[in-house]
């Protein structure tokens, strides 16, 4: 297997395509996006997926706001009109993303009745009309993230003929779950975990086609597990895992960024995610104060703390006491009693 030299990155951007993380729907907002920021400064971060109609008739400031800190960060869009999606494009870059990626892997029933996600699959000539439309509407690139195949339709050989298609109209960066989706027969949620996983058919997309920037996602646990794809590919993203125990985030500047100004060399031990918490409560309570429901963005640090002592308390006591609370900054600070040594504690 062919091994990416990743020696040098002309732009901040291609340096941090070598991790992301994923888009999750209802989860990678902006606010997930912010405490994300506190923990790594360099990881490729993702919006949750867009439809292009949303983007173009729906509350921007609402569905677009990003942080200047969230970058470099990629707008996901869903869509299979290629007037539609370039349009939605040209919105995408004009609030600022540095990319835009087309979904075309999720696989609900919701996605494919409105003729997008991983239905697309099917038709590469479909996909291949957007990113030629898009391209030629907007100066940021323009990204596909795929599944291996769809149904029965999943060997190596499927595969490799969608990207070919679509990288001849002008894509040269391309995601690829490293599952199949079933769209008839299995929920989203079991599409994340029963299609089995085969690491090979990517590895082998990046040895056949060398030019392209190709980046894996699906099973990503540990940081073994990214040291190892990335002796294979280009990239590697990060889903579930990164969301629902953000600690992990806390090493990719250490485990990917190393060589780049800026890394992040903290130890994320109980003591700095403390410090991320009362960073982000504060942050919270900057939107607290404009109304915004304070559980709406607590919820993404309830799982900050894994595997500790304590963490299950800290868990209950935001859980808890979220909907009703005025004072983030306190509310944070009470929790933080159940996860962090007692002063004195370590000398006693």
């Given amino acids: ?8 990155y002309p732009t901040a951007l291609d340096a941090s395509r070598r991790f992301a993380v994923a888009p999750m729907m209802e989860l990678s907002d902006r606010h997930f996006r912010y405490l994300a920021r506190l923990l ?22 609402y569905l677009l706001g990003t942080g200047e800190a969230d970058h470099p960060v990629v707008l996901q869009l869903g869509g299979s009109d290629p007037a539609q999606m370039a349009e939605a494009a040209v919105v995408g870059e004009s609030w600022g993303y540095d990319e835009i990626n087309i979904n075309v892997g999720c696989p609900s029933d919701r996605v494919k009745s409105g003729r997008f996600g991983a239905c697309l699959m099917a ?17 940021v690139p323009v990204s596909v993230k795929c ?47 029963i299609p089995p996983l085969r690491y090979p058919y990517v590895y082998r997309l990046k040895e056949t086609l060398p030019d392209l920037h190709i980046t894996i996602n699906g099973g990503v646990d540990t940081w073994d597990d990214v040291q190892t ?109 159940f996860v962090l040594p007692a002063p004195g504690a370590q000398s006693a």
Avoid at 152 to 173: K, W
Avoid at 180 to 186: C, H, S
Avoid at 283 to 300: E, I
């Fill in 1 to 8: 297997m062919s091994t990416p030299s990743n020696n040098t």
């Fill in 40 to 61: 790594t400064r360099h990881t490729l971060l993702y919006t949750e997926m867009l439809t292009s109609n949303a983007v173009i008739h729906g509350d921007r400031e």
């Fill in 123 to 139: 038709e590469p000539a479909t996909v291949a009309s957007c990113v030629r439309a898009m391209q030629d509407a907007v100066s």
């Fill in 229 to 337: 794809h990335l002796q294979y590919v280009d990239g590697v993203m990060s889903g579930r895992k990164a969301y629902y125990t953000p600690g992990f985030l806390g090493r990719a500047d250490e485990q990917v960024f190393s060589q780049l100004p800026q890394s992040n060399a903290c130890v994320f031990d109980a003591q700095a995610l403390a410090q991320v918490a009362r960073e982000y409560a504060q942050y919270v309570q900057t939107w607290v104060d404009q109304g915004v429901k304070p559980s709406a963005l607590t919820r993404h640090i309830v799982s900050l703390y894994h595997n500790v002592p304590g963490a299950r308390l800290w868990r209950r006591h935001l859980s808890e006491n979220a909907t009703r609370c005025t004072d983030v900054v306190q509310l944070v600070e009470d929790a933080l009693q």
């Fill in 147 to 193: 599944r291996l195949g769809i149904d029965r339709d999943d060997s190596y050989e499927a595969l490799e003929l969608f990207v070919r298609e679509v990288a001849d109209a002008g894509c040269e960066v391309f995601i690829v779950h490293a599952r199949k989706a079933w769209l008839d027969g299995l929920s989203p949620k079991e599409n994340r975990t």
